[in-house]
T-cell receptor, first 116, second 113 residues
């Protein structure tokens, strides 16, 4: 079974600074998808960024980028120029693809605090 | 606007009662999912359905039941057999095309009183 581990229960960053959230996963699949979701206090799950395992290039979405290390099974999220609105719980998630499209395995989450 | 609607937002249940959580989507998505979130934990899959009139158990299906009579609807019943039902429940949907993302509802907070 696939597992996703987020080893940082809490992180904090100063506004306008950069922070990196860590995620590792375990799978025997060669093709899969990885996601970072944000859950603000409203508890609405919001997709931040997505990475397809067959793509070597790291995904980027504005201030959010990932460092995808397939061999090491590592998938970290970098938030640049942090804003107060970035404060939330962040979840790393894995999807095996194939007949399992949409089934997500989540990490435990990292609470991100942004200080003004 | 297309999206997923969960109702109610808050639900209180007496011990021994069954309750049903509603999830409706108008995204024309094929697949729908129910996840449970406990404090300080990630989401765990309860049940999912990829086609009408068919559904599969997830990782923590005991004490729950679902139905999928319409493509748009995937209600979750929390039965009296669920020993610790107090949690936050999230419904999600996806198309079954490659590299799709999951869209989530706003959740239902269930509390046993």
């Amino acid at each position: 079974a696939q597992t996703v581990t987020q080893s940082q229960p809490e992180m904090s960053v100063q506004e306008a600074e950069t922070v990196t959230l860590s995620c590792t996963y375990d799978t025997s699949e060669s093709d899969y998808y990885l996601f970072w979701y944000k859950q603000p206090p409203s508890r609405q799950m919001i997709l931040v960024i997505r990475q397809e395992a067959y793509k070597q290039q790291n995904a980027t979405e504005n201030r959010f980028s990932v460092n995808f290390q397939k061999a090491a099974k590592s998938f970290s999220l970098k938030i640049s120029d942090s804003q107060l609105g970035d404060a939330a719980m962040y979840f790393c998630a894995y999807n095996a693809g194939g007949t399992s499209y949409g089934k997500l395995t989540f990490g435990q989450g990292t609470i991100l605090t942004v200080h003004p | 606007d297309g999206g997923i609607t969960q109702s109610p937002k808050y639900l209180f249940r007496k011990e021994g009662q069954n309750v049903t959580l509603s999830c409706e989507q108008n995204l024309n998505h094929d697949a729908m999912y129910w996840y449970r979130q406990d404090p300080g934990q990630g989401l765990r899959l309860i049940y999912y359905s990829q086609i009408v009139n068919d559904f599969q158990k997830g990782d923590i299906a005991e004490g729950y039941s679902v139905s999928r009579e319409k493509k748009e609807s995937f209600p979750l019943t929390v039965t009296s057999a669920q020993k610790n039902p107090t949690a936050f429940y999230l419904c999600a949907s996806t198309s079954l095309r490659k590299s799709t993302e999951a869209f989530f509802g706003q959740g239902t907070r269930l509390t046993v009183v």
